[in-house]
């Protein structure tokens, strides 16, 4: 059974930074590629970021390209979430997914495996 944990969200003013990490249990974590996305309120999901199985290829959304860096400790089965400044468009809850494969993708029928969430708020 494969299991997502996501923490590290919260609260925090426009131009900080916050970091996510996403624990993974279950299943061979090196063997695949891991994703984050989020949604806020009333708006389709959106893919965020990606990385590839061994931390050497990443893929960023537009509206994050920049800002954020995704990262992963294989040795430790977690993904993380660096998120610098941050804007109240940030704002949303974000999970991150496991991907059915080793390489990057923003397609979320490719991830297999979701975490429930967790919460991003930026005030103005």
């Known amino acids: 059974q494969v299991q997502l944990v996501e923490s590290g969200g919260g609260l925090v003013q426009a131009g900080g930074s916050l970091r996510l990490s996403c624990a993974v249990s279950g299943g061979t974590f090196s063997a695949y590629a891991m994703g984050w996305f989020r949604q806020a309120p009333g708006k389709e999901r959106e893919f965020a970021a990606a990385?590839?199985?061994?931390?050497?290829?990443?893929l960023y959304g537009d509206s994050v390209k920049g800002r954020f860096t995704i990262s992963r400790d294989n040795a430790k089965n977690t993904v993380y979430l660096q998120m610098n400044s941050l804007k109240p468009e940030d704002t949303a809850v974000y999970s991150c997914?496991?991907?059915?494969?080793?390489?990057?993708?923003?397609?979320?029928?490719?991830?297999?495996?979701w975490g429930q969430g967790t919460q991003v708020t930026v005030s103005s």
């Open positions: 997914a496991r991907r059915r494969g080793p390489v990057v993708t923003m397609n979320p029928e490719h991830y297999a495996y």
């Open positions: 990385v590839n199985w061994n931390g050497d290829d990443t």
